[in-house]
């Protein structure tokens, strides 16, 4: 707890979201994936720092933003292991990690050519059916793909 | 969403597999009635594949339905930029059942996912063709008078073959034992491999198409080995003649031994195996009309054997 509370200094954070433990490789799909390229809000991201648990990690915090959790778990997509704190007035009120659902609609785009989804206006759909490391296979075309090679839509 | 569709072998449960099974073994004793009076089925081959087509709409014919539909998609409105969606939706205004065979993968999924109407996979692409499945499987029980403890001995190309991951992946209820026999570059995909350790699947796995496997075997199922699956084509020519089968290596199979064979074949089953008993692929062919007739009726909900 110490720690953690030491790292979400940096840049203390009244209220909001803290997404903690995200690979390093992982988190600007991360950034992407929370739509933050089109926040308005205050967000603080930090690269490459040192983590006894993954080597390196991400972490983002978005002031006065709370996710809704469907949202969040698409980070379990690129990082299994993400931790998302609640902070409110300063304290952190709620720590959990993320929880990949058993299907991903409108997430990822299938990587096979030749699948219906790329060539019909459909949404896309893949069934999770492996969690660590993610593994997701497209429900129209059975082409499987590793959730950090999966392209995010 | 019909769930008499079919879409995908993996979709039914081992009692719908051996129902089907039962199905056609009536049809192959009846197979003129008129129990599909009155009745429009649509065949929508948005890619040309006159085999199947012909199979299925023989299949309707014979039991008294009707056909509509279309033999490839340059007839239709798919080339004037129509999507999926909308042929299958205004298709399904006219009739009672939707046999599709389609160049995309997934196409026969998303069909069902557009209309209440049950629709039938012919094949989508390099994906799924439940039909070919259930012709093998019946094509099994038929000459083995049961699908439990065979040995099945797969060959050629494992690894682009849609047809041996199917029938693997149904005979998962039977426990086989599975010879996989392919060059390095045409093995059986891990997945699949992976499928039978945690469904406590026997199997083995050779480059060598040898005497021992062939006389363990109770199914040798050949495969087309195609040239452009190779990356490297001195691997073709250095292999492509290691895994055709001749009648002089069937001489001590069992005598129950059939071999089988999706057709259509280019080389890899010999022209003097064809007299053998033992070689049943044309037969296997035959079996598709009544592996179809199952499927159809089981897809409107009718029983003929009532
Ligand atoms: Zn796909």
Redesign the interface.
Known sequence: MSTTKKELAVAALRNGTVIDRIPSTALFQAVRLLGLEHSKCHVTIGNNLHSGKIGTKGIIKIADTEFPEEVLNRIALIAPNAVVNTIRDFEVVDKRPVRLPDTLTRIVKCD?P????N????ATKFEVVAHDPVVIR???????VAGTDAQIL | MSSNSLVSISDISRDEILDLLDRARYFEENPNSKILDGRVVATLFFEPSTRTRLSFETAVNRLGGRIIGFSDANSTSTSKGETLKDTIKMVANYVDLIVMRHYLEGAARYATEVTDIPVINAGDGANQHPSQTMLDLYSIYKTQGTLNNLTITMVGDLKYGRTVHSLLMAMQYFNPTFNFIASKELQMPEEYKEFCRTHGIKFTESTDFSEDVINSSDIIYMTRVQRERFTDIMEYERVKNLYTLHNSMLENSKPTLKILHPLPRVNEIDRDVDDNPKAYYFEQARNGLFARQAIITRALGIDPRK
């Open positions: 096979n030749k699948c219906i989804s060539n019909e206006p459909m497209c429900h129209y075309c059975n082409h499987t």
